[in-house]
């Protein structure tokens, strides 16, 4: 069965230093893996995707992740936190079947101090 | 475009009682989904849609009910509604369901049944 699995609840960053929101799935088959972004009170936004073409995936908003097979990770990296990117961050994974139903894990929220 | 768009925004209702949760979209999506968000959770798919008149269930369909007459709308019914059925729900549209086309999604509707 396909999976993600988010590392952190809870991230907390100073504005200015570098982001990191770790995601590992599970898949049988080679994934298609997004990131989406919740702002407080507003539905979700595509940062970026993976859809088996370049392994390193620039998204909106400076944002790019790592897709690494050999560690079945997929995370979110973006060099200089703003303050406007505290959100909630899903990881999310795309079922190999007719179906293609997204399957999101439990959600990362990033906390940006001043 | 106003993209995709939920009403009501905020509801309460008291245990037994129905409603309808109404979805529409403007961008001539065939597909609509409908999710829902628990607390500290990703969101869980309840039914999806491929086009007027073609519903399927998602992972936790039960107490919910779903029509799509239209291109445009797709509303969620609720019958006997339930302290469980305590979410914010989510409605989503595509142009096509595989991972090369991104899902649009609304800004929510919180429900509380007490």
């Known amino acids: 069965a396909q999976s993600v699995t988010q590392l952190d609840s809870h991230v907390s960053v100073s504005e200015g230093t570098p982001v990191l929101l770790r995601c590992n799935y599970s898949?049988?088959?080679?994934?298609?893996l997004f990131w989406y972004v919740q702002h407080p009170n507003k539905g979700l936004q595509l940062l970026l995707k993976y859809t088996s073409a370049a392994t390193l995936v620039k998204g909106i908003n400076g944002f790019e992740a790592e897709f690494k097979k050999s560690e079945t990770s997929f995370h979110l990296t973006k060099p200089s936190a703003h303050m406007s990117d505290a959100a909630e961050y899903f990881c999310v994974v795309s079922l190999r079947d007719s179906s293609y139903k997204l399957i999101f894990g439990s959600g990362t929220r990033l906390l940006v101090r001043p | 475009n106003a993209g995709v768009t939920q009403t009501p925004k905020f509801r309460i209702l008291k245990i037994g009682q129905s409603m309808t949760l109404q979805c529409t979209q403007d961008?001539?999506?065939?597909?609509m989904y409908w999710y829902r968000q628990d607390p500290g959770m990703g969101l869980k798919l309840i039914y999806y849609?491929?086009?007027?008149?073609?519903?399927d269930k998602g992972e936790v369909p039960n107490g919910y009910n779903v029509s799509r007459s239209t291109t445009e709308d797709f509303p969620l019914r609720l019958e006997l509604a339930a302290p469980s059925q305590t979410s914010v729900y989510f409605c989503?549209?595509?142009?096509?369901?595989?991972?090369?086309?991104?899902?649009?999604f609304g800004p929510g509707t919180r429900l509380t049944v007490t």
């Open positions: 961008m001539n999506h065939n597909y």
């Open positions: 849609s491929v086009g007027a008149g073609i519903t």
């Open positions: 989503a549209s595509s142009y096509s369901n595989t991972p090369s086309y991104e899902q649009y």
């Open positions: 898949s049988s088959y080679s994934p298609s």
